[in-house]
């Protein structure tokens, strides 16, 4: 099982819903979630960290952490074209140390 | 947040040849992580290069093909050695960023072997 696992997608929705992109982990351990946003011949950009269980929001975007569930969204409002790119989710494996690892991502295209 | 400057940005090299890729961070930081992305793909992770110490290699990358230097905390350096076409990547480095609460990431290296 991969340690941390995404559909790839794409996922379409049209401009101004909400996009939903989910995330799975297998190590019970996890402490700490990471989206980032890759578009196309870009390096990754952090969009947000997660760490307790709940939702946590940044303008557009909630995060969204179950422990129990080993699950982690990624909620977008009012999704826009420029919102179109791929998106990672990231975690470290247990230990302490603090490499992380990457889904394959989701690739999100919003459509006008 | 960090900045990282990584160079180069692209290079089209001839296989059996090596290309080092450097990066620059503008603060100290403990660790400095090597990443390939393969075309479509999710990035992987190379080597862990800790200052003072040997890069610490994920399973399936090895330091003769991918020796990494770390002389200081803000500069890492990757080589890529006698290349073949299965290494034309982007290779990334990466930095945990405390003030950005997460691993910022270097603009990449383009490598494309021919």
């Known amino acids: 099982q991969k340690e941390v696992e995404q559909n790839s997608g794409p996922l379409s929705v049209p401009e101004g819903a909400i996009a939903s992109l989910n995330c799975t982990y297998s190590?019970?351990?996890?402490?700490?979630f990471f989206w980032y946003r890759q578009y196309s011949g870009k390096s990754p950009e952090l969009i947000m960290s997660?760490?307790?269980?709940g939702d946590k929001e940044d303008g557009r975007f909630t995060a969204q952490l179950n422990k129990a569930s080993q699950y982690v969204s990624l909620l977008i409002r009012d999704s826009q074209p420029s919102d179109s790119a791929t998106y990672l989710c990231a975690a470290p494996p247990s230990g302490g140390y603090q490499k992380v690892t990457f889904g394959t991502g989701t690739k999100l295209q919003v459509i006008p | 947040s960090a900045v990282i400057s990584q160079k180069p940005s692209r290079d089209i090299c001839q296989r059996g040849t090596s290309l080092t890729i450097q990066c620059q961070v503008d603060?100290?930081?403990?660790?400095m992580f090597w990443y390939r992305q393969q075309p479509g793909q999710s990035l992987t992770l190379i080597a862990t290069?800790?200052?003072?110490?040997?890069?610490?290699?994920e399973s399936g990358f090895v330091i003769d093909k991918f020796p990494i230097s770390r002389p200081n905390l803000t500069f890492s350096t990757l080589t890529v050695s006698n290349m073949s076409p299965e290494d034309s990547s982007i290779y990334l480095c990466?930095?945990?960023?405390?003030?950005?609460?997460?691993?910022?990431f270097g603009s990449g290296t383009r490598l494309t072997v021919v």
């Open positions: 190590d019970r351990v996890s402490q700490s």
């Open positions: 290069a800790n200052q003072g110490s040997e890069a610490t290699y």
């Open positions: 990466s930095v945990r960023d405390r003030v950005a609460d997460g691993y910022t």
């Open positions: 603060s100290q930081v403990t660790m």
């Open positions: 997660i760490y307790s269980n």
